[in-house]
């Protein structure tokens, strides 16, 4: 998948990212032609909506913190998705894992209310990471005792946490009222105001502090070094000695820590309570949010504005254009399939052999070329890790 | 002749009568072969990216001979065939057979013509029966059905007509290595080929299934077939070919009688230098045994994958594991590497049982481990040369501390690594070096620490000459260190040239074992085979425990333990 | 607990196991038709998504359900063609390109039901399939009242399983598409067309698995709602796997899975029910059990979710 330059002009990585961003770029743009040409088929006016799309995304400071609001929990469930694409898990339960959080932040700054604020605030994040980290290593449990492929069970569990919690709030902690939903949060458990006036809180500092620190973890540790090795070279990986069941087990758990940290903002500073069936899909668009940042943590900020905006401004297109906002649901599914089909947007010079640096050209092979560039294209080969991870 | 551009640069002259010249004299295939040639490829240009794989290739192959096609690894033999067979489209140059311009853009198109191919990588569906990959694609049907009976009496039929035994019920994954090339061969005569090409059909044969293969070459060669060889072996060139043709850096750099030329001759064509055939190695000085086997048994579904297996290998030896593959290998590989517990028995590393201890703990001491050049499963491509070599050690010190890696610490290891085994091409991204120097790198990371145990897989499989001899000089380094070495592999020729002793692995016995100046290749063939090599008839008559042994003799140092009794 | 077994037992719960399999066992005999062509197929509940829709809304529109069914094979064959050309022309990993046409199926469907019918939540009653019953069966007892009165799309369901088998199994066409999934090189070296194979395949599976979409809006029920699939694309690829790659064996997992759903159904109309939520999540919780156990021994076409060029570097 990857175009290697050959060049010396750029440092290589750089020309990656910009090569990268420009193929962003072009599937977004490209999806929202598509979201277009829909519009005008069901006859509404295209300009009319757009404008209103990119008003309410970024037509005032409100807008700005309408979409940075709106990109919250999308940053912190995208960035647990890339992390464990990085491991070469995908991770569809993020959504599942993100109500576990949820729940176990509300409940837990219930039950301790009479704490100081910070050490309550701390403690309700800590709550909603280890139920979202324990929600997450089920399946990855699952993958690496059984090679349960974790697509199918990670689905599954999104639908058991949806009604598990629905169940417990319905049966356990539910406030009065028609409404499946917790009584609120005492007022200092909730994440104080970055600006006022605005609902931008402490969330985004906390969400950049949490980008950079899986940044660094996949960089600059040894453990990091393990998950981006299992996820993209298993079977150099079980070579090394990387005990890569364990790896998966981890992976998963702090990938579904990560997605409880969003369900944890989004009741400290959002809702101010548990409410069953409250997430219009955070987790499935933050598999989006991860695709368009290529799995990088800092793409994740970026991408996670986008998606932001995208459901910002499509509410703000249901209000004034009348047009249903799902139709930013979508333009999602696009970009993804878009920015996921190297092909598409590279047809007019996709060579079927990755290049090599120069000075190789030599001594290499047409089998090795060959082969080299089969096994970039690989990509997650949990088959080949299974069958060597042996029992 | 309308070639234009095999004039540019030919490395050697070629010898005379091998020019692409007009009218060369045909070769042995029979003095009635009529001169006109039958496959005749002028000219051809392939590049994979920057890499140009044929540049300007001739090949003229005469009817009903037996042709080899002779070059190193990376010569651009396959790619040829490949192209000549239609699954590489070549960027210029003209195929003629018959003397007519053909097009093949396809293999259907290439099967139309009367090509057939067994390619090195068989083309077998594992989970089907062999009537079922000989027939795909030409199914004999009834009602819209596949006629199976008479799907297997027409792959009966043919295997009686070129004496290809194989039977057509049985399911393809449950048959040697070399009863399915023979399935591949039907495939291509079933199809009606007239050219038959084998892409180095003898790399995975013991050496009496290869002189079964060349029988049934002789064979075919009979019924009026063609045959191109494809083969880096001086050996069997000079064995059944009629007439040879030499390719070096995707150029044809010979084309002759074989009856007219000497190994020798062949080895400098498709060197372009003089070479040396073998490292030379000084007589082993044995220290204690630091890598001890002790009745390892692993049971798989219904059968043992390693039986009783007993070794022990010295400080300052190699011990060279022949087998052919399937044989078990891969779980003694297993065991020693430390991925799987045995269900019987024990490993001891210096003496010490490592039951409990994985791979990452067994590398700590002093253990390393050389996986197979090809499928390429040490360097992990898409990592930087740096992460390539830090691999395996990034947990601890020097390389990590408190599980933060020390930057510093990890590229003085990769400018010290990539100049001590001289790995070149750059540091990025691994996947960008070429085979042979990321093998290199590979061999560079596990050998760096001086390791006293080393289990080296396949080290060789797949990698340029150049890189074969480097990789052979820095495993009898160690072992003139005073390392034990434990080599498995499928070439017979690398196991002859490195190890002090051998041990020959059949269904995961160990069949036999002793110093290595008393098997000839044919005995080890026969061993490999699962036969005796008196010629005695049972394949078990070796026996079980150790007692196979016995037949090839061996010195003093067998196991101590073996009155451990257990 | 006798209510329970009563339950479990009644011939209710079993002709609504057969109703509530047909979506999942037609979607995940489509899964093992892509699958053995070597596509992942994860779209297939965008195929059920979309094939509910578009039958309900030509069923709405014209007034007639089999060409709502009609509709629904379209929509199907469309979804199929994308995830071809993303998958096998365009090289997308096959797990994101289906993830992909489900959001966009999602979102589309969504959208669409408030366009034209104004409600995020269902859509007006349109006109359903009859309900058949086989001449001279519904006499016998207990196979008759269970095999009598459902939608066509159920008998298509069940005729599906065998005759797929048949054809997988034991036809040349069926030889063919299994040597794809299982080594596309080879079959390209015999000629065989890989990637046409594969397309139709995947057209033939869109087709399938919208069948079981109808069935949804237009056979169970008889109209469609938001998101009306659930899931049950997922499930049906689970019962795939469940099912080892076998169009009879895909069938069977899936009527399993469904009894679970009947089973909770029928539970929840007992004079006391259990709480609804953990009722309602036995069949997710049974699709993860029966996928670690599948797993274990499972052995998936070889070359499943691989890209391969025909003709163009040999190996990739």
């Known amino acids: 998948m990857t175009e290697r330059t050959a060049g010396r002009r750029l440092p290589a990585a750089w020309a990656e990212v910009l090569g990268e961003l420009a193929l962003t770029a072009a599937a977004v743009a490209l999806a929202l032609l598509a979201g277009a040409a829909l519009l005008a088929l069901a006859g509404y006016d295209v300009r009319d909506a757009y404008y209103n799309l990119w008003d309410g995304a970024f037509g005032s400071v409100y807008s700005v913190a309408d979409t940075l609001v709106n990109a919250m929990p999308l940053l912190f469930a995208g960035l647990a998705v890339a992390f464990a694409f990085r491991g070469g898990l995908f991770n569809i339960g993020a959504e599942g894992q993100l109500y576990a959080g949820a729940l176990a932040t509300a409940v837990t700054a219930a039950a301790l209310a009479e704490w100081p604020s910070v050490p309550l605030i701390a403690a309700a994040m800590l709550a909603g990471a280890l139920a979202g980290g324990l929600w997450g290593l089920v399946p990855g449990a699952l993958k690496a005792k059984t090679g349960a492929h974790e697509v199918i069970t990670t689905i599954m569990l999104n639908y058991v946490a949806i009604l598990l919690t629905t169940h417990l709030v319905k049966q356990y902690f539910k406030a009065p009222g028609p409404v499946d939903q917790t009584a609120l949060i005492p007022a200092h458990a909730r994440l104080p105001e970055l600006i006022a006036g605005t609902r931008l809180t402490w969330a985004v500092v906390i969400g950049v502090v949490l980008v950079a620190a899986v940044d660094w973890l996949l960089r600059r540790t040894s453990f990091g070094f393990d998950v981006v090795l299992v996820g993209s070279n298993p079977g150099a990986a079980v070579y090394a000695g990387v005990p890569v069941a364990a790896r998966t087990v981890w992976t998963m758990a702090v990938s579904g820590a990560v997605a409880g940290l969003a369900g944890s903002t989004m009741v400290l500073g959002v809702l101010y309570r548990f409410i069953a069936n409250f997430s219009p899909g955070y987790g499935f668009t933050a598999v989006a949010v991860a695709l368009v940042a290529r799995a990088r943590p800092w793409g994740v900020l970026p991408a996670a504005v986008l998606f932001g905006a995208l459901q910002a401004g499509g509410l703000t297109m249901q209000l004034f254009a009348r047009i249903p906002a799902d139709l930013m649901t979508a333009v999602q599914g696009l970009v993804i399939l878009f920015v996921a089909a190297p092909g598409l947007l590279y047809a007019w010079r996709r060579l079927p052999v990755a290049a090599p640096r120069a000075g190789t050209a030599m001594t290499m092979t047409a089998e090795t070329a060959a082969e080299g560039a089969a096994e970039t294209a690989a990509g997650p080969d949990n088959e080949t890790a299974r069958r060597e991870a042996g029992p | ?566 | 607990m006798s209510e329970a077994l009563e339950a479990i037992f009644h011939v209710n719960t079993l002709t609504s196991t057969l109703r509530l399999a047909t979506p999942i066992a037609l979607a995940a005999m489509a899964g093992t038709l892509s699958e053995r062509v070597g596509v992942i197929n994860l779209a297939l509940e965008a195929k059920l998504l979309a094939g509910a829709f578009a039958g309900a809304y030509a069923s709405y529109v014209t007034g007639s359900a089999w060409l709502g069914v009609g509709a629904a094979v379209l929509a199907g064959v469309l979804i199929g063609a994308l995830l071809g050309l993303f998958t096998l022309r365009w090289r997308a990993n096959h797990v994101v390109a289906g993830i992909g046409l489900n959001i966009l199926a999602l979102g589309l469907t969504t959208w669409l039901l408030q366009v034209i019918w104004g409600s995020r939540g269902t859509s007006p009653v349109v006109p359903d399939l009859p309900g058949w019953s086989i001449p001279g069966l519904q006499a016998v007892p207990l196979l008759g009242p269970l095999l009598s009165g459902h939608s066509p799309l159920v008998y298509v369901m069940l005729l599906a399983g065998p005759l797929l088998w048949v054809w997988l199994f034991k036809t040349p066409g069926g030889l063919r598409a299994r040597m794809i999934g299982e080594h596309p090189e080879a079959a390209d070296t015999v000629g065989i067309p890989v990637r046409r194979t594969q397309f139709l395949l995947l057209l033939a599976a869109g087709a399938l698995a919208a069948l079981g979409g109808a069935q949804l809006s237009l056979g169970h029920l008889s109209w469609f709602s938001q998101n009306m699939s659930a899931g049950r694309g997922y499930m049906a690829l689970a019962a795939n796997v469940f099912g080892r790659w076998n169009p009879l064996g895909s069938m069977l997992a899936a009527l399993l899975f469904a009894f679970t759903d009947a089973l909770q159904m029928r539970v929840q109309t007992l004079p006391s029910p259990p709480p609804t939520e953990l009722v309602q999540m036995l069949p997710y919780l049974l699709t993860i059990l029966v996928v670690a156990g599948a797993f274990r021994k499972a052995r998936p076409p070889a070359a499943l979710g691989r890209h391969y060029e025909p003709g163009r570097s040999g190996t990739e």
């Open chain 2, 1 to 566: 002749m309308t070639v234009s551009h095999n004039d540019a640069g030919r490395p050697l002259p070629p010898p005379a009568g091998a020019a692409p010249g007009p009218a060369p004299t045909p070769g042995g295939g029979g003095a009635d072969a009529p001169p006109a040639p039958a496959i005749e490829m002028i000219g051809i240009y392939k590049r994979f990216g920057p890499v140009q794989a044929s540049a300007g290739a001739h090949l003229r192959v005469y009817p009903g001979e037996i042709h080899c096609l002779l070059g190193e690894n990376g010569a651009g033999k396959s790619t040829l065939m490949k192209i000549l067979y239609g699954l590489y489209a070549m960027d210029a140059g003209e195929i003629r057979i018959r003397g007519r311009t053909a097009v093949i853009r396809s293999p259907g198109d290439a099967m139309r013509a009367g090509i057939g191919m067994v390619h090195q990588h068989f083309m077998l569906v594992d989970d089907f029966t062999v009537a079922e990959n000989v027939i795909a694609g030409m199914e004999p049907r009834r009602r819209g059905l596949i006629d199976m009976a008479a799907a297997r009496r027409l792959v009966a039929e043919y295997s009686r007509r070129f004496g290809l035994h194989v039977d057509p019920g049985a399911r393809v994954e449950d048959l040697s290595v070399g009863q399915q090339q023979r399935v591949e061969i039907l495939k291509a005569l079933i199809r009606g080929a007239e050219f038959l090409i084998l892409d180095e059909p003898t790399a995975v044969l013991t050496p009496q299934e290869a002189d079964e293969l060349f029988r049934v070459m002789r064979q075919l060669k009979a019924e009026g077939k063609t045959i191109i060889f494809i083969t880096h072996k001086l050996k069997e060139t000079m064995a059944v070919a009629d007439r040879v043709t030499v390719l070096r850096a995707g150029r044809d750099a010979g084309s002759m009688p074989a009856s007219q030329t000497t190994p020798q001759r062949l080895a400098e064509l498709m060197v372009g230098r003089r070479v040396l055939l073998q490292v030379p190695a000084p007589p082993a000085q044995r220290g204690p045994a630091l890598l001890q086997l002790e009745n390892v048994t692993v049971k798989g579904a219904g059968k043992d994958l390693l039986r009783s297996v007993n070794l022990q290998v010295r400080g300052g030896e190699i011990l060279g594991i022949a087998g052919v593959e399937g044989n078990g290998q891969l779980e003694l590989e297993e065991v020693v590497a430390g991925w799987r517990t045995p269900d019987q028995g024990r490993v001891r590393i210096a003496g010490r049982d490592v039951a409990g201890m994985g791979p990452r703990r067994r590398r700590r001491p002093g253990c390393a481990h050389i996986p197979p050049g090809r499928p390429r499963r040490g360097p992990a491509p898409a990592l930087s040369v740096e992460q390539n070599v830090v691999l395996g050690r990034h947990w601890g010190q020097p390389y990590a501390r408190l599980g933060v890696l020390r930057r510093p610490a990890v590229r003085e290891l990769a400018d010290a690594v990539t100049s001590r085994f001289d790995v070149r091409g750059g540091r990025g991204p691994v996947g960008g070096l070429s085979g042979g120097n990321q093998q290199k790198l590979v061999v560079g990371r596990e050998l760096y620490h001086n390791p006293w145990v080393i289990l080296a897989c396949q080290p060789t499989r797949g990698v340029d000459v150049g890189a074969i001899e480097r990789i052979h000089r820095e495993l009898l380094d160690m072992r003139a260190r005073g390392a034990a070495v434990l080599l498995i592999s499928a070439d017979l020729d690398e196991l002859l040239a490195l190890s002090d002793r051998l041990a020959v692995i059949y269904e995961g016995e160990i069949v036999a074992e002793g110093e290595t100046g008393q098997f000839t290749e044919e005995m080890l063939g026969l061993l490999m085979a699962g036969q005796r090599p008196s010629g005695g008839s049972g394949r078990n008559a070796a026996g079980r425990n150790g007692t196979g042994r016995d037949g090839a003799g061996r010195d003093g140092a067998g196991p101590t333990e073996a009155t451990a009794g257990d």
